[in-house]
């Protein structure tokens, strides 16, 4: 099989997308095909040829991914361009609504479906994906399992908390976000994005899409990593967010 056929309908309609951008002052369009296509070429070299047609379809996503964070990462630099691109993205099993201004504060608390308490033994019980925990910060206070199973969430002293759900393309959670804007990152070879300021976070429910306002969160680090999502809140930076997430184990 040729190794690009996967690819090449994504390929076009990206260089079609790059036709309608208009960011007058951002950068040339030679320079965003040439970052495009270098995204592509890293994301396609993590999914050698043949390979089975899951992971084939889990690739494609991850070249999606990797395609528009660059267009966004590109355009958002200018008034222009953070005009001209799509204002929602889903990442990490999370929709990102991205504004130009700062979002309202959510001042309320409300717990995430179904939140209990549980042990280890409860974990295993109700969790069907495997549950990790940080290293870097050891045995977690207290762990919670949320909306029968599908999220579980660990809290650590001084509002470290680390939510990890399954990798489905349905987002489970939305973030509400204005400047600082979102700032790129990895997690060892995993994309990752840094969410630098406090912001609105919201549970989207499976069966309806039904929105529900859930807090307001801190500094948050978001990544996918092995087909499960994550996010670690309240780490204050995004150098110590993402050595503490490195530690995943």
Do not use: C
Request: glycine share 8%.
């Amino acid at each position: 099989m040729n190794s690009r056929e996967p690819f090449d309908d994504l390929e076009a309609e990206l260089l079609a997308l790059g036709d309608l951008l208009d960011v007058p002052s951002g950068p040339p369009p030679s320079d965003v095909a040439a970052a495009v296509r270098a995204r592509l070429e890293d994301a396609r070299g993590d999914a050698p040829d043949p390979v089975p047609a899951r992971r084939r379809r889990r690739a494609r996503w991850k070249v999606v991914t990797a395609a528009v964070l660059v267009v966004i990462a590109i355009t958002a630099a200018t008034p222009q361009g953070r005009a001209a691109v799509v204002r929602i993205l889903r990442f990490a099993g999370i929709e990102l609504r991205i504004g130009d201004t700062s979002p309202r504060a959510v001042t309320s608390v409300t717990p995430l479906p179904y939140e209990h308490a549980v042990d280890q033994d409860g974990l295993k019980a109700e969790v069907k994906f495997q549950v990790r925990t940080l290293k870097a910060l050891g045995v977690p206070e207290r762990t919670t399992v949320s909306d029968r199973g599908r999220v579980v969430s660990m809290f650590w002293p001084g509002g470290v908390r680390l939510d990890q759900f399954d990798g489905d393309l349905d987002p489970v959670l939305f973030k509400k976000l204005g400047p600082p804007w979102p700032d790129y990152t990895k997690v060892g070879t995993h994309q990752a994005w840094w969410i630098p300021g406090a912001h609105p976070l919201g549970y989207l429910s499976r069966a309806d899409g039904t929105e529900i306002p859930l807090r307001q969160a801190g500094p948050t680090l978001i990544w996918q990593q092995d087909a499960l999502n994550y996010r670690l809140e309240g780490v204050r930076t995004k150098e110590e967010a993402v050595r503490v997430a490195a530690s995943l184990g």
